[in-house]
């Protein structure tokens, strides 16, 4: 079955909680994928910002620019797109706090702090984590000491796509894989046939998965309106046969290596099983 999977795309999140962008090969770094969320927005008491509490951020695309990206707004033209380096200088510093962690972090310009405070209508900061941080993944399930970014909590999200068409099958309205923001997805095997995974490879570099993600409202959000499903759609069709600890899960938490390249068709090749 192993030799049917295969890596079919690739996506990083440069801005926690904005838009991604879907890439052909991209640079394994320890935190992640290189440019994948070390960069966050927060508000004014530095906590960190997601759609969960802002669905406009929804709206706001990331494209590649030379040495960086650029921000526009989806539904808001006369907001002039706003570059962002791939990273910031430590002259100006705060420390922000992301879930239960507290992280030393550099800030942007102060032009990235009135777009962004424009752009979602609420006082906010834009700050960048260097390479200096250390950010652990959660301690009981990280015996290799792995690193992470501004994600949420683990450096890499795999789904397979055929977990996604399964859940389709069970909607009156099929959702589109960016509800979830993975980014490893691969085709092949059955569907969640990822969950029963412990290590495997892509290429040749070695991943592990560690735990079933659990699922937020974020995914009830559709990405290119920043409208939320009035029907909690896909999160209650989910907890009908996701319900794992009284969570719903949906895709792969999983650590990997501290350097290599990933493409778009790499082969995918399961070790072993949890």
Known sequence: MSASLTLSDLYIYPIKSLGGIRLNEAAVEPRGLRHDRRWLVVNERNQFMTQRQNTEMALLDVHPAYNGFLLTHR??????????????????????????????????????????????????????????????????????????????????LLIGQAALTELNTRLDQPVPMNRFRPNLVFTGGEPCAEDTWYEFQIGDLAFRAVCACSRCVVTTIDQQTAEKSSHSEPLRTLATYRTINKKVRFGQNVTGPKQGTLRVGDTLTVLNYK
């Open 75 to 156: 539904q808001r033209p006369e907001l002039l797109p706003l570059y962002v380096p791939f990273e910031a200088s430590p002259e100006r510093t705060l420390f922000v706090t992301i879930w239960d962690d507290m992280v030393f972090a550099w800030r942007a310009e102060k032009a990235a702090d009135e777009w962004l405070s424009l752009a979602l209508g609420q006082p906010c900061k834009l700050v960048y984590m260097s390479d200096m941080v250390r950010r652990d993944v959660e301690p009981e399930l990280n015996p290799r000491n792995t690193l992470v970014s501004f994600a949420d909590g683990y450096p890499y």
